[in-house]
T-cell receptor
Framework: AQKVTQAQTEISVVEKEDVTLDCVYE???????LFWYKQPPSGELVFLIR??????QNEISGRYSWNFQKSTSSFNFTITASQVVDSAVYFC?????????????FGKGTKLSVIP | ETGVTQSPTHLIKTRGQQVTLRCSSQ?????VSWYQQALGQGPQFIFQ???????GRGNFPPRFSGLQFPNYSSELNVNALELDDSALYLC????????????FGPGTRLTVT
């Protein structure tokens, strides 16, 4: 069975602070894919990134960066110099490569509040 | 915006009734997945449709059923509604059935009273 754990339920930061959202996953698949999605108050899930299990290189996209560590089964997400528009619920998700690879397994999400 | 549309936006139904939710996939996407998101929780996979057939199903009872049409749009039907069915229902489209990025619509908020 696959499982995604986002231990941080809610985080509040002051604007311009850096913040890291943690994600720990469990899977028996040797090939798998990890995702981050953003859900603003409007409700629509916005795709941020997909990484496959063979690529442990960290990725940076503007103020966003992702740290994938297979040894600790973690895929953490850092926002640098946070802005009020970053306020949302962030979900980490996992899909495998075997049976059931069609579905995303989501964590419970981390609600980020950026205070001006 | 992803190009995935869902209707209606909001819906209120009574326990025991039936409901149909609709989803139009993004252009070029042949796969549609449905998720249920209860308040304060992450989305849970209901099922996926690929080439008009159910391609996989999560842990949901048979009263949750679906369809996919030749234009790849999809419907989610829920019979015998229960109070616990109150949730945000999200539709996601993708280029294929496995491991691709799924692009989500805005969701349908269903309230069962």
């Amino acid at each position: 069975a696959q499982k995604v754990t986002q231990a941080q339920t809610e985080i509040s930061v002051v604007e311009k602070e850096d913040v890291t959202l943690d994600c720990v996953y469990e899977t028996r698949d040797t090939t798998y894919y990890l995702f981050w999605y953003k859900q603003p108050p409007s409700g629509e899930l916005v795709f941020l990134i997909r990484r496959n299990s063979f690529d442990e290189q960290n990725e940076i996209s503007g103020r966003y960066s992702w740290n994938f560590q297979k040894s600790t089964s973690s895929f953490n997400f850092t926002i640098t110099a946070s802005q009020v528009v970053d306020s949302a619920v962030y979900f980490c998700a996992l899909s495998g490569s075997g049976a059931g690879s069609y579905q995303l397994t989501f964590g419970k999400g981390t609600k980020l509040s950026v205070i001006p | 915006e992803t190009g995935v549309t869902q209707s209606p936006t909001h819906l209120i139904k009574t326990r025991g009734q039936q409901v149909t939710l609709r989803c139009s996939s993004q252009s070029g996407h042949n796969t549609v997945s449905w998720y249920q998101q209860a308040l304060g929780q992450g989305p849970q996979f209901i099922f996926q449709y690929y080439r008009e057939e159910e391609n996989g199903r999560g842990n949901f009872p048979p009263r949750f059923s679906g369809l996919q049409f030749p234009n790849y749009s999809s419907e989610l039907n829920v019979n015998a509604l229960e109070l616990d069915d109150s949730a945000l229902y999200l539709c996601a489209s993708s280029l294929g059935p496995r491991t691709y990025e799924q692009y989500f619509g805005p969701g349908t908020r269903l309230t069962v009273t």
